[in-house]
């Protein structure tokens, strides 16, 4: 039996603040991740600054391992998951923590991590008791292959916005392409999926990436298909213009992305209903964020409310889970960039204290 005022479940970047938060707090926590390296998707995202920071949110992964490897007061469990789940008298939770099967870092991974003293993977089953939970465990990017009509994994050429992430944090496209189509609301704001609402981040995140890619190579000619577009306050309104000058923007939903000589050939309608086709080198579909898998078994574990898009959560409430003492971080409550999962984790975190707090049994 182990226990701790405050467990965390998922080890991406708002498991992570969440800690640090926690830690800064003067409570001790216990940060569980599935798998075998800390950080999430975030540790695989590559750099966007141009002449100046994108605001992208990638290094700051960077920051928030730095931060708990200086916090005594946090320990990690790899490679480790919850299996059970228990509310006890009186406040507080009993949670069977499981193995979960070997698995390699992801190629292209923040090699950084925290010092083995307070980090290691989960050798036997244990029963952890926690005062307060927090559950951080991101989001799940959609699978392209629903979209049939856009030719993921039928046209070689067409990749999704993370494959293209990867590549870049790997060094680039080999050979480069010449001319880009990034595709937009691939799995959002669609209501025959059943996926109505906007991902919020998908614009700004591709926009980013084609301008990426005309810094690496001047050549490249981008275009953007989109419904409209989603800013991101401020600075957005400030990179718009640019953005508008670099790449070009089409508004339009392609029907169809098929095989071509040599690459894959988009067909859009203009607004007089006639069809247009253009061949390109890449098609980036950029992919919507959805609920986890992760997420679903943990909502069902601790019994946490759903809202109306199928996220973890409270309509009305920003980090409360629906359950007595467990509260949510980052994606796992709906879309959000990697600074507002930061930021969002920092009031799940002071929620979890604050409970934690009044639960003394355990």
Not at 131 to 139: C, E, F
């Amino acid at each position: 039996m182990d226990n701790t005022p405050v467990l965390i479940i998922g080890g991406g970047t708002a498991g992570l603040a969440a800690a640090a938060e926690v830690a800064r707090r003067g409570l001790a926590c216990l940060l569980v991740e599935r798998g075998p390296a800390l950080g999430g998707r975030a540790a695989g995202f590559c750099c966007k600054a141009l002449e100046a920071c994108a605001r992208c949110g990638a290094c700051r992964l960077g920051d928030l391992l730095d931060a708990v490897g200086s916090q005594p007061g946090v320990r990690a469990l790899l490679r480790a998951e919850a299996g059970a789940a228990r509310p006890l008298a009186g406040g507080g939770w009993e949670i069977d923590l499981l193995p979960t099967a070997p698995e390699e870092r992801p190629a292209g991974h923040e090699g950084r991590d925290l010092p083995a003293s307070q980090a290691a993977p989960l050798a036997a089953p244990l029963t952890v008791r926690a005062r307060a939970v927090i559950l951080a465990p991101g989001y799940a990017p959609f699978d392209p292959r629903l979209k049939t009509r856009f030719g993921y994994g039928r046209v070689p050429q067409v990749v999704s916005s993370l494959e293209l992430e990867r590549t870049l944090a790997l060094g680039g496209p080999d050979p480069w392409p010449g001319r880009v189509a990034f595709i937009q609301c691939v799995g959002s704001r669609d209501h025959e999926l059943g996926r109505p609402y906007c991902s919020r981040v998908c614009c700004a995140y591709a926009l980013r990436l084609a301008r990426l890619l005309r810094k690496r190579e001047p050549h490249t000619q981008t275009t953007f298909f989109h419904m409209d577009t989603q800013g991101y306050g401020r600075a957005w309104e400030e990179e718009l213009p640019a953005m508008r000058r670099e790449v070009r923007f089409i508004r339009a939903m392609p029907g169809e992305v098929t095989r071509a000589e040599g690459g894959a050939e988009v067909v859009w309608a203009v607004p007089e209903g006639l069809p247009v086709r253009e061949e390109f080198d890449l098609v980036v579909l950029s992919v919507g964020l959805g609920p986890s898998a992760e997420a679903e078994a943990l909502g069902g574990l601790f019994g946490a409310a759903r809202t109306a898009d199928g996220f973890l959560g409270l309509e009305d409430q920003a980090v409360a889970a629906g359950a007595p003492g467990v509260f949510l971080a980052g994606a796992a409550r709906g879309p959000m960039s990697i600074s507002e999962a930061i930021a969002h984790a920092a009031l799940a975190a002071a929620g979890a204290a604050a409970w934690a707090g009044e639960v003394r049994n355990v």
